[in-house]
């Protein structure tokens, strides 16, 4: 059993993760009147506030007895102990399931997800999921965050959206990235990009979709813009990269690359739906599929319509290592789906009339 201490209040104590640990914190008269499920968690390294917040409501905590109120006034002078229990298991199964891993060290592991592939086993989707496919491949080095031994899954992707996911492996790892998920990268350390197919022309090269969203009050499966102030602040940055005309302008196609300030659930997809430009391919938010389909070019329909998924990749993933502060960049190319559709509404290349001509000659 391990046994750290700590005896100034500026201390930044780490934890034992494999087996249980006594932590003592001393409080200096700076720190009188704190809340000490906050103090704590300034003192304690890799342990976010909620974590001690459990701990002190199960006993884990005590400065000569034992305190069970996360609001109680830190006391200069006293001795604080925290008790920190092993991380229990997570009663999720481990599956071997391949995984394309982009880097890998002690801290975090980026993953470029396939469409297809749940994040986290769900009501329906109890196994075949990326963090069924994690805890085989991680084994005992997986962090402990919220007292379970469990894969630090900081963000997600839908099931039917591709491309870099990072996953904490360290409970200080977990935290780190937490905070820049937090900012969204308007603290410079976080930065992630998208690429979509999208139907229609869109009036501006680029530009911004804000608005608030909620869960769809007619089908809480669905997120829908929020009504008013309701819902949570929602912001998405696009640019146009390229326009594929179809035979009709309803068959027109938008190549986008967009750029997250928030990162709600589903936040992409319900913004380009609300103005009028829906994911292709998109069986939720994209209404007019069939509709809009007819009027794709001949050669891309194919493609368009072999598509199983929405046309949405996680293209760039940049953030700052939680733990050595390194800045580090992935990009992901397209998967293979969405690269054929792209060639294939690429316009093919106009023969002039006399070369005709001469081929027929």
């Given at each position: 059993?391990?046994?750290?201490?700590?005896?100034?209040?500026?201390?930044?104590?780490?934890?034992?993760?494999?087996?249980?640990?006594?932590?003592?914190?001393?409080?200096?008269?700076?720190?009188?009147?704190?809340?000490?499920?906050?103090?704590?968690?300034?003192?304690?390294?890799?342990?976010?506030?909620?974590?001690?917040?459990?701990?002190?409501?199960?006993?884990?905590?005590?400065?000569?007895?034992?305190?069970?109120?996360?609001?109680?006034?830190?006391?200069?002078?006293?001795?604080?102990?925290?008790?920190?229990?092993?991380?229990?298991?997570?009663?999720?199964?481990?599956?071997?399931?391949?995984?394309?891993?982009?880097?890998?060290?002690?801290?975090?592991?980026?993953?470029?997800?396939?469409?297809?592939?749940?994040?986290?086993?769900?009501?329906?989707?109890?196994?075949?999921?990326?963090?069924?496919?994690?805890?085989?491949?991680?084994?005992?080095?997986?962090?402990?965050?919220?007292?379970?031994?469990?894969?630090?899954?900081?963000?997600?992707?839908?099931?039917?959206?591709?491309?870099?996911?990072?996953?904490?492996?360290?409970?200080?790892?977990?935290?780190?990235?937490?905070?820049?998920?937090?900012?969204?990268?308007?603290?410079?350390?976080?930065?992630r990009s998208y690429i979509a197919f999208v139907w229609g022309r869109l009036p501006k090269p680029a530009g911004s979709i804000d608005a608030r969203l909620e869960r769809s009050r007619a089908n809480r499966l669905k997120i829908a813009v929020a009504r008013g102030e309701n819902g949570r602040e929602a912001k998405t940055h696009y640019e146009v990269l390229d326009v594929f005309p179809g035979e009709t302008p309803s068959g027109d196609i938008s190549l986008l690359r967009l750029v997250l300030e928030t990162g709600r659930t589903h936040q992409i997809r319900v913004h380009l739906a609300h103005i009028g430009h829906p994911v292709v391919g998109d069986p939720t938010y994209g209404a007019g599929f069939k509709t809009r389909l007819a009027s794709v070019r001949a050669n891309a329909k194919d493609q368009a319509t072999a598509l199983m998924r929405q046309a949405l990749h996680a293209e760039r993933l940049q953030f700052e290592h939680p733990i050595t502060g390194k800045k580090l960049n992935f990009y992901s190319k397209l998967p293979l789906d969405l690269e054929r559709l792209g060639e294939a509404l690429r316009p093919m290349p106009s023969v002039p009339t006399d070369k005709r001509r001469r081929r027929r000659s």
């Amino acid at each position: 059993m391990g046994h750290l201490s700590g005896f100034l209040s500026g201390n930044h104590v780490p934890i034992e993760e494999k087996t249980a640990s006594h932590i003592d914190v001393v409080a200096g008269p700076e720190d009188a009147g704190q809340r000490v499920d906050r103090w704590l968690a300034t003192k304690i390294e890799g342990v976010s506030r909620a974590r001690v917040q459990a701990l002190i409501r199960e006993g884990h905590v005590s400065a000569g007895d034992t305190i069970r109120e996360p609001r109680t006034p830190v006391k200069p002078g006293l001795t604080y102990t925290v008790s920190i229990p092993p991380a229990e298991e997570s009663g999720v199964q481990g599956e071997e399931i391949a995984l394309d891993i982009v880097y890998e060290d002690e801290d975090v592991i980026v993953i470029d997800k396939p469409a297809g592939l749940v994040v986290h086993p769900s009501a329906g989707h109890d196994a075949g999921t990326l963090v069924n496919a994690l805890i085989a491949h991680c084994g005992d080095s997986l962090s402990g965050i919220g007292g379970v031994k469990r894969p630090g899954i900081v963000h997600r992707l839908d099931k039917d959206t591709s491309g870099l996911l990072v996953i904490a492996k360290s409970d200080a790892a977990h935290q780190g990235l937490a905070e820049q998920f937090k900012s969204h990268g308007r603290d410079g350390r976080l930065h992630r990009s998208y690429i979509a197919f999208v139907w229609g022309r869109l009036p501006k090269p680029a530009g911004s979709i804000d608005a608030r969203l909620e869960r769809s009050r007619a089908n809480r499966l669905k997120i829908a813009v929020a009504r008013g102030e309701n819902g949570r602040e929602a912001k998405t940055h696009y640019e146009v990269l390229d326009v594929f005309p179809g035979e009709t302008p309803s068959g027109d196609i938008s190549l986008l690359r967009l750029v997250l300030e928030t990162g709600r659930t589903h936040q992409i997809r319900v913004h380009l739906a609300h103005i009028g430009h829906p994911v292709v391919g998109d069986p939720t938010y994209g209404a007019g599929f069939k509709t809009r389909l007819a009027s794709v070019r001949a050669n891309a329909k194919d493609q368009a319509t072999a598509l199983m998924r929405q046309a949405l990749h996680a293209e760039r993933l940049q953030f700052e290592h939680p733990i050595t502060g390194k800045k580090l960049n992935f990009y992901s190319k397209l998967p293979l789906d969405l690269e054929r559709l792209g060639e294939a509404l690429r316009p093919m290349p106009s023969v002039p009339t006399d070369k005709r001509r001469r081929r027929r000659s």
